[in-house]
C-alpha cells in the first residue's frame, strides 16, 4: 500500500468530499474529489458526459482520472459512488488505505435531494424513482464497498468533523510517517 494515499467510498450522499476536506485539514495532506476532476479534464459535467458517451463512457473516464491520481502523495481522494463497480478500480484502491463511508437510505436521499450539485454530478442510474434508487444502488454494491473497506464509518449521525476525526485515530501510523505497514481490517 502506499505510504500516503486515503480513498473515501461509499454511496452518493455518503459525505465523501465534506470528510475528505476536514480530513486532509487535519493531517495537513491535499483533498481531491475525483469527480471535479473528471469534470475539469473532461470540460464537461458529469450529466454531459452522460449524455454524450453514456455511463460506460463516464467509467472509462472515472478510471482513467482513479489511474492518474493514485500517482499522487498525501493526498485525500473522494471517490465517486461507482468507483467500485470495475475490478481495476478496486484494484487501485489496495495502494491505499480506504475508509469507506455509508448511512441509512432515507439520509443519504435527503443529502442528495439538497445538495446543488446534484443535478450535474448525479444523473439518473437506474429506471427506479430517487429515493428507490438509492436503496437500489446500495444493496447492490455493498458487497463491492466491503471487499476495498479498510474501515467502515455510518455518518448518519455524526458530522463531517467527527468523521474526519474518526478516520484520523484509525489511520495507520504509517500512512503519516512514510512507512509501509499495511493496515489492520476492521469495521
Ligand atoms: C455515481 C456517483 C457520483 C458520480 C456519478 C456516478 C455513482 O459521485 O460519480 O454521478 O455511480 O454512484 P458521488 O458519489 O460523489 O455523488
Redesign the pocket.
Known sequence: MSPALVFLI?????G??SVAATLAELIGWRWI???AE?ESRCGRS?REV?QTEGEDG?RQH?ATVLAELCLRECVVI??????V?REDNRQRLKQGFVVWLTADPLTLWRR?SQDP??AE???A?TGADGQAEVAE?VRA?EPLYRACADVVLDTSEHSPAEIARMIAARLPQSSTTGGVDPPSRSE
Request: hydrophobic content about 35%; aromatic content about 6%.
Open positions: 461509499g454511496p452518493r450522499g455518503s465523501k468530499s474529489d475525483a469527480d473528471l458529469i452522460f463516464f472515472e473522494a471517490t465517486g459512488g461507482g468507483c463497480l442528495i450539485l446534484t454530478r448525479r444523473p442510474l444502488l454494491r
